[in-house]
């Protein structure tokens, strides 16, 4: 019976800082109404949202030490479990500050002591995650210390076996990515049209454009849209979800995507067709523009959004 585990690899986290504030004034002293934070980043984001949908999850993390009970504790919090590699040197933190109908997003890099070490402690879990897991995630953006070489070497040991390599990357990581034949890749429209070279606007172009990739070894594209939906392009189908009426203002749409790609992964793991998978992807894509933050949502809400979710062929 194939492996139901999703091995997330989280190597550039961030400490998310939500702050709530009326209005932006530069140059002015401000109060922010409410605020909060909590580990974040694409990775973490997506093995929150699968873990909750009571998939088989874990995720590898890598920052510094100060860190390690935090992530473990929120990461348990959502049945997700963490391999903790420490790195000494500085986190890495994201602030998001909310005005009501707008966000604005504020990231640091993060200054840590990547070492020959920790490459081999990373290439480890990867390898023994292509032999065990169905499925093996890279997620968001990679410190920059990794470089090109070892990020090839990582590529190389996570499609050498049996899981399915996920990527929701971008720039040269996607790009060289795409070489190792993943079994699924999660672009947005910005970072698809610098892939692909060109923007595509119409449903049937994008089909053509992600199938290009796939004749030269990508397995299929999830094509994130945003407020237009999004595009599922696979050797079995070719599926349009479009937005869903929920019947709620949208809060905040920062981890939708993120929470797309946890609930399609989670669904496929769990033995579901496509299109069906699909439905749950963007049910909880939906669920997590309700409120402030990145995949805090919860899966009664998730759940409640899968009868409403249209998914047509593309014809």
Same mark, same amino acid.
């Given at each position: 019976?194939?492996?139901?585990?999703?091995?997330?690899?989280?190597?550039?986290?961030?400490?998310?800082?939500?702050? $709530?504030?009326?209005?932006?004034?530069?140059? &002015? =002293?401000?109060?922010a109404?409410?605020?909060? &934070?909590?580990?974040?980043?694409?990775? !973490? $984001? *997506?093995?929150?949202?699968?873990?909750?949908?009571?998939?088989r999850?874990?995720? =590898?993390?890598?920052?510094?030490?100060?860190?390690?009970?935090?992530?473990?504790?929120? !990461?348990s919090?959502?049945?997700?479990?963490?391999?903790?590699?420490?790195?000494?040197?500085? +986190?890495?933190?994201?602030?998001?500050?909310?005005?009501?109908?707008?966000?604005?997003?504020? $990231?640091?890099?993060?200054?840590?002591?990547?070492?020959?070490?920790?490459?081999?402690?990373?290439?480890?879990?990867?390898?023994?995650?292509?032999?065990?897991?169905?499925?093996?995630?890279?997620?968001?953006?990679?410190?920059?210390?990794?470089?090109?070489?070892?990020?090839? @070497?990582?590529?190389?040991?996570?499609?050498?076996?049996?899981?399915? !390599?996920?990527?929701?990357?971008?720039?040269?990581?996607?790009?060289? +990515?795409?070489?190792?034949?993943?079994?699924?890749?999660?672009?947005?429209?910005? @970072?698809?049209?610098?892939? =692909?070279?060109?923007?595509?606007?119409?449903?049937?172009?994008m089909?053509?454009? *992600?199938?290009?990739?796939?004749? $030269?070894?990508v397995?299929? =594209?999830?094509l994130?849209?945003?407020?237009?939906?999004?595009?599922?392009?696979?050797?079995?189908?070719?599926?349009?979800?479009?937005?869903?009426?929920?019947?709620?203002?949208?809060v905040?749409?920062?981890?939708?995507?993120d929470?797309?790609l +946890?609930?399609? !992964?989670r669904?496929?793991?769990?033995?579901?067709? @496509?299109? @069906?998978?699909?439905?749950?992807?963007?049910?909880?894509?939906? *669920?997590n523009?309700?409120?402030?933050? *990145?995949?805090?949502?919860?899966?009664?809400?998730?759940?409640?959004?899968?009868?409403?979710?249209?998914?047509?062929?593309?014809?």
């Open positions: 019976m194939p492996s139901r585990d999703i091995v997330y690899f989280s190597l550039h986290p961030t400490r998310d800082v939500a702050l $709530n504030l009326e209005r932006v004034e530069l140059g &002015q =002293v401000l109060r109404r409410s605020w909060f &934070q909590y580990p974040g980043g694409k990775g !973490l $984001n *997506a093995a929150r949202t699968a873990g909750m949908l009571e998939g999850v874990r995720a =590898v993390t890598m920052a510094p030490p100060s860190w390690r009970a935090e992530v473990r504790g929120f !990461l919090r959502y049945g997700v479990g963490n391999r903790f590699i420490p790195v000494e040197g500085e +986190g890495r933190t994201c602030v998001v500050i909310n005005e009501g109908s707008r966000e604005t997003v504020i $990231n640091t890099d993060l200054k840590m002591q990547f070492t020959a070490r920790h490459y081999r402690l990373v290439a480890r879990e990867v390898w023994r995650a292509a032999r065990r897991a169905r499925f093996v995630v890279f997620a968001g953006s990679l410190p920059p210390a990794l470089g090109m070489r070892r990020y090839k @070497e990582l590529m190389r040991i996570a499609s050498s076996a049996s899981a399915g !390599l996920a990527l929701d990357q971008t720039g040269k990581w996607l790009s060289v +990515g795409c070489g190792f034949r993943p079994w699924i890749i999660k672009p947005n429209l910005r @970072e698809f049209s610098a892939l =692909v070279g060109s923007r595509p606007s119409a449903p049937r172009q089909v053509s454009a *992600a199938r290009a990739l796939m004749a $030269n070894g397995g299929r =594209v999830l994130s849209l945003g407020s237009r939906g999004c595009l599922l392009v696979s050797p079995s189908g070719r599926w349009f979800a479009p937005p869903v009426r929920t019947g709620f203002p949208p905040s749409a920062i981890g939708s995507g929470a797309l +946890g609930g399609f !992964l669904s496929v793991a769990e033995g579901m067709a @496509e299109p @069906e998978a699909l439905k749950w992807g963007v049910a909880a894509a939906t *669920a523009l309700a409120r402030p933050g *990145a995949c805090l949502m919860t899966a009664p809400e998730v759940k409640a959004l899968v009868p409403r979710v249209e998914v047509r062929d593309v014809r």
